[in-house]
């Protein structure tokens, strides 16, 4: 296993953790003024040739002198450790509570030292402001530069020039996918923000490469033209009756009408085939309500807020700020809430998580949970795993789970478990699936009296601050699994007397590393602890991942207990079954990110292709030779596509060269040959590109009117493309039925796809050239018009 | 150095070379347990089991490391698929880890009756040594070597689908290759008659093989299509299909189709009585009417077993329906997979029918004609080998169209 040869490598990093520790006589005597030198000292090396690895001890040794100085506490000698194993570009295990971010210190300000290309990856604003400020403190001191890369709020616009031209960026994963694919839309050099990806250190590393990696980053824009089946079709879908005109299926998570349902709609709608060709567009209509009503539950998958429809990120209930769902499934959502529909669009530019930061040159990470996926690191990053071992022994209690076999028994446990510790004053975290089911246990407790915190991920600020107080004598916080990471919780006066924080799971999430950062809220730095996960058969993860059998199984042991009290299920079966069934949702997850990963690959070459273009068209001077083949091959693709060549030259000349040509001689003159209608074409286009050239006061409007034609023609195309990618993968996974590979049909189609792609490219391209204006406007600029 | 390095097909071409070399060595590493020169005789009056080594990169005429071939692999594979057929949740939702260590094992499994089968139609040839608890240590030795060398092969064949060209169906080619002129002479021993060789007759079967192999590669490309309407995706892009392609089934029948033939020879083999044999003898061989009857309707009925297992009507009605995807015309669920289903038989029906006449023809024509018997052999080992390359050349053209994107230039297709 990946243990027997990390073992070489924990040897050196133990060796020179242990080079670092052995500095800090020396560094202790240091004057203010001699550390910060080291930092000139060590840009000087790097300058010469010398990398990174060769100054680590020294470096790491400064930097740990210098975090006493600013911010009083010095990395212990497992904080070196892990920091060690990050510089090398590994994960660090670290547990909750070890300091994970004092532990940064060290590679960021190594990394930094090179210039502009080193980021911290966080998992949200709150934390990327806050981290950079204060912690920050200490590169500043050491005279290195240091910022957020994102707003505290979504209303904070920053100056992307500005902060990748720090050494140390803070930011989120969204933040820095979106930035690159906003800076290749971008018109010219200038506006480009990012410069090198030189070394990421991403905190929560399985949150951000695994779990958020499931969903790749879209751009969605160029909406489409509206349609307005979605009203009826959702009133239709909403009077059927379930059972009898659509079912649903066990695991709930699809639905479809039967052979009834779809009579009852076609003599609803008074027609006859609604499966036939000429109403497939109805059809999909009800398709998408039936799903909407059917599928997606309000407050678990989505909330309707100021009229809106916004989508719930199902691990830790946060709105997704503009994220929408595709083809028209977001529309149909918005039918059925009755509310306003907003346009629908496309996608503009994707990447995925594991593809952008494959990118960086170095790639690191740090999180309490990372070996239960350790190979899932090796296989896509290309990432070892290694733990560090705790700095005092960790003494938490992990009760094993307690099974009930309705929800119902399930919660009333919960709320007398909540009643017996509160009436000590013990703190609690109560964990929950959902934004609903918070709000469920919010009011069960209210009518309890027992006074609560809840986190439904409204403010990133406003969580870290209740967090914090959640271990207080007397605490109670509900949250859904992922509010207020990043924050310590505190024991307060007398509760580690009580046994510590008792952290509580109301259900099992979708998988084991969800569940252990949890646990791992209590008991941080040796402090007592005690952590204990209710489940029950109606659970969301029994019910969309259990065999089949489990119904049965479910009624049989409810009618069992029926007159009886309650108690908890003890079978080793039924602890079988909730475990199977996390392990199986885990499997899934873990595929879905691999074959998204896969049709990426495709996506990616043509976009590394695309975007290599356009960098260099940004950067050449000259575009006459490029100009010349696009013009070519524009006009082969245009005269191919004649079907009565002497009628529909005229027409494309006046419609892509120019409103005005009047050259009566030229054009009446009958073409014989395809060739002869080339040359001609060519001719007319020569001349009108000649004519726009002189018409210009400069050579520089000139290429700045010719590079922005041909970049515009390009995104246009590309846009186009990767719209239509997105929907080819999806399509594809049906071909492989055939026994032919899926994903080499998938390449041929995209590749076909790509020419077509081509050859609208150079046709927009002629057409942006020989048509935009030049519109001057009041303050002297010029703006570019296209047609 | 760094053209190898940049050139991905080349690299693929190179490690599938470096895997064929290994196997061919590995083929010829003979087993030091038996007296070689006696077994081989004694294997030559199972010539019948020669042919299914042939097809499934085994070989039976000396006991090797590599004797067994990919035998276990193939059928490990098979049943797995046909595992699959019975649509039990619990196989249905097995992560992909789990499903290829229970291949592994039933590779392991299948691999170790099949030494253990060689190992006794040689067991007198077992070179004398100690013994332990009443067996010859020799003779385990024998069965462990066989196991580990089918299991090596099937690793190599792994290393070779995910490094080099051409997969697990290219790693058999060499045994295919260097067994058909042998198959052409001699028949597979089930009865028919060694062919006689003129240079009149050598070329009328090039030409012949020839006009085979295109007619082959036709028929591998026809495939009917099944238009799939998507209301999930709003893209006027491209229509989506379901492919069904003439050749269902592959060339998995011809494959195995003498294999399934020779079971009754195989079971009597262990010792049966003598009209028993005789009635085997006389039915199950192809020399006559019965026997080639018998052979061509199994070449059928593994056509239609294949086709379904290859297309699994049941799990793609069944995704469609949970997708909400449709054919245009066909309620989702029950109806969609008759329908399914009904396609499938009819259009594999041509290409079972295909694959059948190519090896009957032969057959019977040979109980009358002199020189014709033994084709059938060939033209079979000549439709695997089509579909084999077919697969290989569809993989090098999408690794060759992947390195060559160009935006200012149209592709040359």
Redesign the interface.
């Known amino acids: 296993m990946s243990f027997n040869l990390n073992f070489i490598a924990l040897r050196k990093y133990r060796k020179i953790t242990q080079q670092v520790l052995n500095l800090e006589a020396d560094y202790k005597k240091l004057s203010d003024n001699q550390l910060k030198d080291n930092t000139r000292r060590f840009r000087e090396q790097l300058q010469k040739g010398a990398t990174t690895d060769d100054i680590v001890v020294e470096a790491f040794a400064t930097a740990r002198e210098a975090d006493f100085r600013i911010l009083g506490m010095r990395p212990f000698e497992n904080q070196v450790l892990g920091a060690v194993m990050i510089h090398f570009g590994n994960v660090a295990e670290m547990k909750t509570g070890e300091g994970k971010t004092l532990t940064a210190t060290m590679p960021m300000y190594l990394n930094g030292l090179a210039g502009p290309g080193a980021f911290l990856i966080t998992a949200n604003p709150y934390l990327a402001n806050r981290d950079a400020e204060e912690i920050g403190k200490v590169y500043e001191w050491l005279g290195e530069t240091v910022t957020a890369g994102v707003g505290l709020n979504d209303d904070d616009k920053v100056d992307g020039k500005v902060v990748y031209g720090h050494d140390i960026v803070y930011t989120t994963n969204s933040q820095i996918g979106f930035d690159y694919l906003i800076d290749n839309l971008a018109d010219s050099e200038d506006d480009r923000k990012q410069r090198e990806f030189r070394f990421a250190l991403i905190d929560e590393v399985d949150s951000v490469l695994l779990d958020t990696a499931q969903t790749p980053l879209v751009i969605s824009g160029a909406p489409k033209v509206q349609s307005n089946l979605f009203m009826s079709a959702d009133k239709l879908v909403k009077s059927l009756v379930e059972n009898h005109d659509y079912e649903i299926s066990e695991d709930t998570k699809s639905s479809w009408f039967t052979a009834t349902g779809i009579e009852d709609m076609e003599t609803y709608l008074g027609i006859s085939e609604l499966l036939s060709e000429q109403w497939s567009d109805m059809y999909r209509h009800l398709v998408l309500a039936l799903r909407a009503n059917t599928i997606m539950h309000i407050n678990r998958d989505y909330v309707v807020d100021n009229n809106e429809v916004y989508l719930l990120d199902t691990d830790n209930g946060r709105e997704l700020e503009g994220m929408k769902l595709e083809a028209g499934m977001h529309q149909a959502l918005e039918a059925k809430e009755d509310v306003p529909l907003s346009d629908q669009t496309r996608s503009m530019a994707s990447i995925t998580y594991q593809n952008l930061f494959k990118m960086f040159t170095k790639l690191s990470g740090m999180t309490g949970t990372a070996l239960t996926a350790a190979h899932e690191f090796m296989e896509t990053y290309n990432l070892p795993v290694l733990p560090v071992p705790t700095h005092k022994p960790n003494i938490r209690i992990d009760h094993p789970d307690i099974i009930y076999s309705t929800m119902e028994n399930k919660i009333n446990a919960v709320i007398d478990l909540i009643k017996e510790t509160h009436a000590k004053k013990r703190p609690m975290l109560v964990e929950t699936g959902s934004v609903s089911l918070s709000r469920l246990y919010s009011r069960l407790l209210l009518r309890e009296g027992i006074v609560h915190n809840v986190l439904n991920a409204q403010s990133a600020a406003k969580e870290a601050l209740i967090v914090a107080e959640a271990g207080q004598p007397g605490a109670v916080t509900i949250a859904t699994s992922m509010a207020g990471r990043g924050t310590d919780i505190k024991l307060g006066p007398g509760v580690a007397e009580m046994g510590g924080l008792l952290v509580i799971g109301t259900e099992r999430m979708d998988n084991q590393r969800i569940d252990d950062q949890l646990r791992g809220r209590s008991g941080r730095q040796g402090d007592p602890g005690e952590s204990v996960f209710f489940a029950s058969l109606d659970d969301k993860i029994v019910i969309e991942n259990a065999p089949d059998w489990m119904d049965d199984f479910r009624r049989k042991t409810v009618a069992r207990e029926a007159g009886q009290k309650v108690v908890p299920l003890k079978s080793r079966r039924v602890r079988k079954i909730i475990n199977r069934a996390q392990k199986d949702a885990e499997n899934n997850s873990e595929s879905g990110r691999t074959s998204g990963m896969e049709y990426d690959e495709v996506l990616k070459t043509q976009r590394d292709i695309v975007y290599a273009f356009r960098n260099k068209i940004m950067k050449t001077d000259q575009l006459d030779q490029q100009i010349q083949l696009v013009v070519n091959y524009a006009i082969k693709t245009v005269t191919k596509e004649f079907t009565e060549p002497n009628k529909e030259l005229t027409e494309y000349v006046i419609n892509n060269v120019d409103y005005n040509y009047f050259n009566n001689t030229v054009l009446q003159k009958r073409s014989s040959s395809i060739a002869s209608v080339e040359d001609k074409l060519n001719a007319i286009v020569k001349t009108r590109l000649e004519q726009r050239t002189q018409a210009l006061q400069s050579d520089f409007q000139m290429n700045y009117l010719r590079r922005l034609s041909i970049l515009k023609a390009l995104d246009t195309a590309w846009v186009d493309q990767v719209d239509n990618l997105q929907q080819l993968k999806s399509a594809i996974s049906n071909r492989s039925a055939g026994m032919h590979n899926g994903a080499y049909e998938y390449e041929r189609d995209a590749k076909r796809s790509f020419e077509r792609m081509k050859q609208t490219f150079w046709k927009s391209a002629v057409k942006n050239m020989c048509l935009s204006e030049l519109v001057p406007q009041s303050d002297g600029s010029v703006k570019v018009e296209f047609p | 150095m760094t053209a190898i390095k940049n050139n991905k097909i080349l690299r693929r071409v190179l490690f599938t070379v470096l895997v064929l070399i290994v196997q061919e060595l590995g083929k010829a590493i003979v087993l030091p347990t038996i007296n070689i020169a006696d077994a081989q005789a004694s294997l030559r009056h199972y010539s019948f089991y020669q042919f299914l080594a042939a097809t499934t990169g085994g070989q039976f005429t000396t006991p090797t490391l590599l004797s067994i071939g990919l035998a276990p692999y193939m059928t490990g594979m098979i049943l797995l698929q046909a595992v699959r057929l019975l649509d039990i949740?619990?196989i249905n939702?097995m992560?992909?880890?789990v499903e290829s260590t229970v291949q592994r094992l039933a590779m392991l499994v299948i691999g170790f009756l099949q030494a253990l089968q060689l190992v006794y139609f040689i067991r007198k040839e077992i070179l004398p040594g100690k013994m332990i608890a009443g067996m010859s240590v020799n003779f385990i030795v024998s069965v462990l070597l066989l196991v580990a060398g089918t299991m090596f092969v099937c690793w190599l064949a792994d290393m070779n689908s995910e490094y080099g060209a051409g997969g697990l169906g290219f790693m058999l080619m060499p045994s295919l290759i260097s067994a058909t002129p042998r198959i052409l002479m001699q028949g597979q021993g089930l009865g028919t008659p060694g062919m006689i060789f003129t240079p009149k007759l050598i070329a009328i079967i090039a030409v012949v093989c020839i006009i085979f192999v295109f007619t082959t590669v036709w028929i591998n490309k026809a495939?009917r299509r099944l238009v799939?309407?998507?209301?999930?995706?709003?893209?006027d892009?491209?229509s989506?299909?379901?492919?069904?392609?003439v050749l269902?089934a592959?060339s998995m029948p011809l494959m195995f189709s003498t294999s399934v033939f020779i079971i009754p020879r195989y079971l009597v083999a262990y010792g049966a009585k003598g009209s028993t044999i005789e009635f085997v003898e006389k039915y199950f061989s192809l020399d006559n009417i019965y026997g080639v009857t018998g052979y061509c309707l199994i070449v059928l009925l593994l056509g239609s077993a294949f086709a379904f297992m290859?297309?699994?009507p049941e799990q793609?009605a069944k995704?469609?329906?949970?997708?909400?995807?449709?054919i245009?015309?066909?309620?989702?669920?029950d109806?969609t997979r008759k329908y399914i289903s009904h396609e499938v038989i009819t259009v594999s029906f041509i290409g079972n029918v295909y694959l059948t006449v190519s090896c009957g023809l032969p057959l019977i024509l040979g109980l009358y004609f002199d020189n014709v018997s033994n084709l059938s052999f060939l033209f079979s080992n000549v439709i695997i080998m089509v579909t084999i390359l077919d697969n290989v050349v569809?993989?090098f053209?999408?690794m060759y169209?992947?390195q060559h994107?160009?935006?200012?230039?149209?592709?040359k297709r």
Do not use: C, W
């Open positions: 949740d619990a939702n992560p992909k880890r495939e799939i309407k998507r209301p999930m995706i709003s893209s892009f491209e989506s299909n379901l492919p069904i392609r269902a592959g290859n297309v699994q793609i995704s469609l329906k949970k997708s909400g995807d449709y245009a015309g066909f309620i989702p669920g109806v569809d993989q053209r999408a169209s992947s994107y160009d935006l200012l230039h149209p592709t």
